[in-house]
């Protein structure tokens, strides 16, 4: 029997740093400098303190009466500014920073921070303009790459993202979150390899990170490197042994590569943690059958049922049960239901034929052959394409980068 992989499923929501975090205050390079305005130092103290001790109506009041009376005093804005977004006054601090730039345009710290003002203020466009600008002028630092990329993500411009990406990394090779924003990049457009190698960087970077080998385990399986996927998958599950359904991924790749054994005992360990898991309910049902474990299977595939009626992989391997039992009738009956439920299953309508034909039902075998040679058909141009498909668009990204 040939097996339909499901869907694996990409956690990307678990491991990503807080946007907060992200979009830091840079202040390194290229600092404005100049003559701060007299009385300034004691005001800028007292707007800070206002801040700590959360009297914010009063610090916000005093921030505006300040950027008032010290209009021209590039340094003393830039530091007000930077306390404001520092409390998360995105608005306040994007046009004091904008007021900076008026007075030294063109400097690639303030550029910066305001674009991470703009970003917070959901103004993406001003926030790739000015990034963008800072990179131009000094494209050292890269926290300006990883916030372009951050900021092509939320646009879907995965392209962009990911070459943005390749900057950061190589400007900050020992950055785990760069690599790991690479592979959620790189998994975007389908370029499974370039994944697989992010994460690999990233795993090596924080070898303790379960996620990472999370994630490198989910694009080694996009590759059909099984075995590779069961090392970084189980690496994952000794890091972190309550990681959301770790022990399904383990057993869903140990099935895959025909080691059934190994795959029966994990979705028993996935049961044994949620025991109503719909996915290791059909896993383990498909194992039992695919070791002829007949009522084990029934058992599993029933539960399976009982929980959703209309999974249509549950129902196939249920029909495949009554089939490989030689109870005909029952097979039909299913393969039949799975038709009603995805009229395009290639495997339910061939072996709806071969259950028609070994129970002398000729004419009813006859259309079901008829509709299978379709669909088969149908699919073999579908893989076709597929496949092609998959070369050309690893090869874009492989020469592209």
Excluded at 112 to 117: C, F, I, P, R
Excluded at 300 to 306: C, P
Aim: glycine share 4%; charged share 25%; with cysteine.
């Amino acid at each position: 029997m040939t097996l339909h992989p499901r869907r694996l499923i990409v956690f990307s929501a678990l491991w990503m740093v807080t946007l907060l975090n992200a979009f830091g205050l840079q202040r390194a390079p290229n600092p404005v400098t100049g003559p701060q305005s007299s009385g300034a130092s004691e005001k800028i103290a007292f707007i800070r303190d206002c801040l700590v001790r959360n009297r914010l109506a009063e610090a916000l009041e005093a921030a505006d009466r300040f950027a008032r009376e010290h209009s021209d005093d590039s340094e003393a804005l830039l530091q007000i500014a930077e306390l404001l977004a520092s409390h998360s006054q995105h608005a306040r601090a994007a046009a004091l920073f904008a007021r900076v730039n008026e007075l030294h345009p063109r400097t690639p710290n303030v550029l910066y921070n305001l674009g991470v003002a703009y970003y917070h203020l959901e103004q993406l466009d001003q926030a790739a303009q000015a990034l963008a600008e800072s990179a131009d002028l000094d494209d050292r630092p890269a926290e300006t790459h990883y916030s372009l990329a951050l900021i092509a993500m939320e646009r879907d411009d995965f392209g962009n993202a990911i070459l943005e990406l390749q900057h950061a990394v190589e400007r900050a090779p020992h950055r785990a979150d760069y690599y790991a924003l690479l592979g959620q990049g790189s998994s975007k457009v389908g370029y499974w390899q370039g994944a697989a190698e992010a994460y690999r960087h990233a795993a090596a970077i924080e070898p303790s990170q379960a996620v990472h080998f999370l994630h490198l385990g989910d694009a080694l399986f996009r590759v059909k490197d099984l075995k590779g996927a069961i090392d970084a998958f189980r690496t994952a599950e000794r890091l972190d042994p309550l990681l959301h359904e770790i022990n399904y991924l383990i057993a869903f790749a140990y099935q895959n590569d025909g080691q059934f054994e190994q795959g029966g005992e994990y979705y028993q360990r996935q049961l044994a943690l949620v025991r109503h898991h719909l996915p290791s309910l059909i896993g383990a049902g498909t194992v039992a059958l695919e070791r002829s474990r007949f009522a084990d299977a029934e058992k599993f595939l029933q539960l399976a049922l009982a929980s959703d009626p209309d999974d249509v992989q549950a129902n196939y391997e249920l029909g495949f049960l009554w089939f490989k039992k030689r109870q005909y009738d029952r097979a039909i009956e299913v393969f039949n239901r799975v038709l009603g439920l995805r009229p395009d299953h290639t495997q339910a309508e061939y072996y709806l034929y071969l259950a028609l034909s070994r129970s002398h039902q000729d004419a009813a075998a006859e259309t079901a052959l008829d509709k299978w040679k379709i669909l088969e058909a149908i699919d073999r141009k579908v893989r076709s394409q597929e496949v092609a498909y998959e070369m050309a668009r690893a090869a874009h990204w492989e020469n592209k980068l």
